[in-house]
């Protein structure tokens, strides 16, 4: 026979309920006394807010040489291990092309824009042949900074330049142009201009009219 509970006294059910980890509350303990706040030292350093080449977003070539490995560039963070092996298959085609029939600035120019390639979520770059993504990057790098014209210094022929990454004319194009419009590149554009192109722009920059006027 069940027993009865005692006089007085209420019997509490136990009611069992599965709580997920979000819905728990942290509840700090108590301080004791004389501790004071917590040491700001002891936290972790916050995280990057944004990723370059180098804390300055800048690399020379006296610091590294003229055409370093792709693994040699001093990325702020590392590239996702995921996108690791066309990021690097990718660099060393460009590098290639660069060392033989451009120059260094390209090459960096274009480092620096395979890394951008490489930190969007998800990466574009995980989808194609990586040649057609080396040949697309120094297309658009050449489109923007007048490589194509024969006035111009250093030149080379879009035919060229497709041929000597292994692609057509006609997919390095084509690419250059989806690159472009990702990230919404144009002629003088301060991020991937090179320094002839910096020192021919005709439109000066907010910072250099502020000066102007100080």
Not at 76 to 94: C, T, Y
Not at 121 to 132: E, M, Y
């Amino acid at each position: 026979m069940p027993r009865k509970s005692a006089p007085g006294k209420t019997v509490k059910n136990t009611l069992v309920v599965d709580v997920q980890p979000d819905d728990l509350v942290h509840v700090e303990p108590p301080r004791k006394k004389g501790t004071g706040k917590k040491n700001l030292d002891t936290q972790p350093p916050p995280a990057p807010t944004e990723t370059s080449l180098v804390p300055d977003g800048q690399v020379t070539t006296e610091i590294l040489g003229r055409f370093p490995a792709v693994s040699d560039f001093p990325f702020s963070a590392p590239i996702p291990i995921a996108i690791r092996p066309q990021f690097e298959e990718i660099g060393e085609i460009m590098r290639n092309v660069c060392r033989d029939h451009i120059d260094d600035e390209y090459y960096y120019l274009g480092i620096l824009l395979l890394e951008k390639l490489a930190r969007k979520r998800p990466s574009p770059l995980l989808a194609g042949k990586t040649d057609v993504w080396a040949a697309g990057i120094l297309t658009a790098l050449g489109k923007i900074n007048f490589l194509f014209d024969k006035s111009s210094a250093p030149y080379i022929s879009r035919d060229d330049l497709a041929g000597y990454c292994g692609v057509k004319q006609s997919t390095a194009t084509g690419k250059s142009k989806q690159i472009r419009d990702m990230f919404q590149m144009g002629y003088w554009d301060s991020r991937f201009s090179t320094q002839r192109m910096h020192d021919g722009n005709p439109y000066p920059s907010f910072y250099s009219i502020l000066a102007q006027l100080r």
